[in-house]
């Protein structure tokens, strides 16, 4: 847990960040959460975690670290939801924890930071697709103001059995019948 004379500092993740954030993603998969284990034959390298942190920076995409007391505290990015042109305003996340600090609040600062970041550069709509069995993280996005915008009943199969998502949902906007503007990343 962090020590209280720790202060959680939420910045932007560098490339020094990245064994930190495979060592929690590669945790996490092993305990099989979320929609990790979908990548489980698939295991990420660094220089893949590293070449997608410099394509989301070009697009200015966020990818933040929770720093506590100089240690990778947990991570949080967002990639563009879709390709086609259409989506280009609405992203999809996604939050780890390390787990020696779950459960301590680190989360409900992360979370909010990515969509302050995601909402400052212009995107309109933040997805996040979360295991159904995961109150933790329901719990956390309901608190963070997504809602539940629809269950997908067994779409995914991993670990002998088949898994359903829940599809969550958060506008960035204030009125999201409005035209949006352009993003800050052109
Ligand atoms: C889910 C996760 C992101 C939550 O982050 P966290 O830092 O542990 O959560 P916080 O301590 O900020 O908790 C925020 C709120 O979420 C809820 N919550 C978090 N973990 C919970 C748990 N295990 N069980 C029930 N509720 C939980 C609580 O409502 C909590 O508020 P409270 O402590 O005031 O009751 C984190 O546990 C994690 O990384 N889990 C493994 C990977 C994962 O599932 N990622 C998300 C994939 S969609």
């Known amino acids: 847990m962090p020590e209280a004379r720790h202060e959680i500092i939420i910045r932007s993740s560098t490339d020094e960040d990245v064994p930190a954030m495979l060592a929690i993603y590669r945790h996490h998969i092993s305990q099989g959460v979320g929609e990790l284990g979908a990548f489980a034959d698939e295991p990420l390298r660094e220089e893949d975690l590293k070449a997608r942190r410099k394509n989301m920076k070009k697009r200015q995409l966020p990818h933040l670290v929770a720093d506590v007391g100089g240690e990778v505290a947990g991570y949080a990015y967002a990639v563009p939801f879709r390709k086609r042109p259409a989506y280009l305003f609405t992203v999809k ?17 992360l979370l909010p930071a990515l969509i302050e970041a995601c909402a400052k550069e212009g995107y309109c709509q933040m997805i996040g697709y979360v295991d159904a069995a995961n109150e933790g993280s329901l719990k956390l996005h309901e608190a963070c103001g997504f809602r539940r915008a629809g269950l997908l009943q067994a779409v995914a199969f991993k670990y ?5 998502m829940v599809l969550v949902q958060r506008s960035l ?4 019948g ?7 990343a052109g």
């Open 173 to 176: 906007v204030e009125d999201s």
């Open 160 to 164: 002998g059995h088949w898994s359903d």
């Open 178 to 184: 409005q035209p949006p503007k352009p993003l800050s």
């Open 93 to 109: 996340h996604s939050i780890y924890i390390h787990a020696d600090y779950m459960r301590a609040g680190i989360g409900r600062r």
